[in-house]
Antibody
Framework: QVQLVQSGAEVKKPGASVKVSCKAS????????IHWVRQAPAQGLEWMGW????????DFAQKFQGRITMTRDTSISTAYMELSRLISDDTAVYYC?????????WGQGTMVTVSS | DIQLTQSPSFLSASVGDRVTITCRAS??????LAWYQQKPGKAPNLLIYAASTLQSGVPSRFSGSGSGTEFTLTISSLQPEDSATYYC?????????FGQGTKLEIK
């Protein structure tokens, strides 16, 4: 079946970087964009950006420009999101999601905790 | 950026009730709107896309309508398992913002 499986929870110190992976299966990985969405504790959903797995092209929400990177490895159908210069407000669950007309398949989420 | 405003933010209703949630966009987005349901500790689940198209596998009691700047999600006969938070999202242009969410409680 179609699924996105994300890497496990992370605990990072302020100023560090985190890299979350999202492995796709059950469909052609290069056929659909992968988006990243985060959700801070008890808060709403925040769209972060997308990667085109076919071309490697990316686009990010303005607030993350300069400290976010999205990459992919088509040989293993995996997308990555790296966020640098972490602060406490980056504590959140990070989701990857497959997008076409909407985000129809989501990963299970990766909890990233930023704490000194 | 396009802003989405949902109303109400909180809703309490009884099993069997008809429930409507509204999502208003700060500018026209044609029909590029989706609705998601999220239960605690889980990823969001797509209910409706293109404003009114029911996602495969979603119960028919869910429906969506609207275009331009005003959209609605309707649950025709509320069930206990519909207790969740509901989000709208536009896909008109980047960034693909979400509404702030509507928490639905079953009385």
């Amino acid at each position: 079946q179609v699924q996105l499986v994300q890497s496990g929870a992370e605990v990072k110190k302020p100023g560090a970087s985190v890299k979350v992976s999202c492995k796709a299966s059950g469909y052609t990985f290069t056929g659909l964009y992968i988006h990243w969405v985060r959700q801070a504790p008890a808060q709403g959903l925040e769209w972060m950006g997308w990667i085109n797995p076919y071309s490697g092209g990316t686009d990010f929400a303005q607030k993350f420009q300069g400290r976010i990177t999205m990459t992919r490895d088509t040989s293993i159908s995996t997308a990555y999101m790296e966020l640098s210069r972490l602060i406490s407000d980056d504590t959140a669950v990070y989701y990857c999601a497959r997008g076409r007309d909407a985000f129809d398949v989501w990963g299970q989420g990766t909890m990233v905790t930023v704490s000194s | 950026d396009i802003q989405l405003t949902q109303s109400p933010s909180f809703l309490s209703a009884s099993v069997g009730d008809r429930v409507t949630i509204t999502c208003r966009a700060s500018q026209g987005i044609s029909s590029y709107l989706a609705w998601y349901q999220q239960k605690p500790g889980k990823a969001p689940n797509l209910l409706i896309y293109a404003a009114s198209t029911l996602q495969s596998g979603v119960p028919s009691r869910f429906s969506g309508s609207g275009s331009g700047t005003e959209f609605t999600l309707t649950i025709s006969s509320l069930q206990p398992e519909d207790s969740a938070t509901y989000y709208c999202q536009h896909l008109n242009s980047f960034p693909y913002t979400f509404g702030q969410g509507t928490k639905l409680e079953i009385k």
